[in-house]
């Protein structure tokens, strides 16, 4: 069965680094998203993207904060000069065009982010 | 104001029994999704049951089926049968606007169940 991966499964980083999360959607799925869920909380969007730009955006995706779809299959996101309160766990998750009514998106193993 | 809201941060089921887990949702938009989702101690997130809000019928997968009550804004899951292996964090989900392709999803606080042996 098709699964969104994601890689690094956990990174460790230094505050102000820059990190790069992956993912590779589910090959058919047309849009992509990033969720990230901070230890203990809710699960909070951050992005979507199709056709290759930002559908939309949460207020937590400020400037530090970008995507890319680089190549046919990779979906990624960077942060630029990370911070503690970015330590959570970022979430990939992918959907296909709705035709039926019905729209799963399915979500990747996730990235757990570490800023020391 | 909460969008989502899923009023029990824990519940205890005997493995065998059912069990029923609220979430009611907000919003004036006459057209949504409702969706529900598990996230095992591993960390992944598995989607389990969607709910549209034009649909006549309660949804149903397997061992979980949604009661939706639109009037009441609610969308419980009700997990039949429970088995251990149900043990897990689940969040309810909305995702506003039928039509809007690609919405983003908002969750719940999440309810942790734990199914006794």
């Known amino acids: 069965e098709p699964e969104v991966t994601q890689t690094p499964s956990h990174q460790v980083t230094q505050m102000g680094q820059e990190v790069i999360l992956r993912c590779v959607p589910i090959?058919?799925?047309?849009?992509f998203y990033w969720y990230r869920q901070i230890l203990g909380q809710k699960v909070e969007f951050l992005v979507s993207?199709?056709?290759?730009?930002?559908?939309?955006k949460s207020e937590i995706f400020d400037d530090q904060f970008s995507v890319e779809r680089p190549d046919g299959s990779n979906f990624t996101l960077k942060i630029r000069s990370t911070k503690l309160e970015d330590s959570a766990m970022y979430f990939c998750?992918?959907?296909?065009?709705?035709?039926?009514?019905?729209?799963?998106?399915?979500f990747g193993p996730g990235t757990r982010l570490t800023v020391l | 104001a909460q969008k989502i809201t899923q009023t029990q941060p824990g519940m205890f089921v005997q493995e065998k029994e059912a069990v029923t887990l609220d979430c009611t949702y907000d919003?004036?938009?006459?057209?949504?999704?409702l969706f529900w989702y598990k996230q095992p101690s591993s960390g992944e997130m598995i989607f389990l049951i969607y709910q549209g809000s034009y649909d006549q019928q309660n949804a149903t997968e397997g061992r979980y089926s949604l009661n939706f009550q639109k009037a009441r804004k609610s969308a419980n899951l009700v997990i039949s049968a429970s088995q251990l292996g149900d043990s897990a964090m689940y969040f309810c989900a909305m995702r506003e606007g039928l039509r809007n392709q690609g919405g983003k999803l908002i969750f719940g606080q999440g309810t942790e169940l734990s199914v006794k042996p």
């Open positions: 090959s058919n799925h047309l849009y």
């Open positions: 993207f199709y056709n290759n730009e930002i559908s939309e």
């Open positions: 998750a992918s959907s296909e065009v709705w035709t039926s009514g019905r729209e799963e998106q399915f």
């Open positions: 919003t004036s938009d006459p057209s949504y999704g």
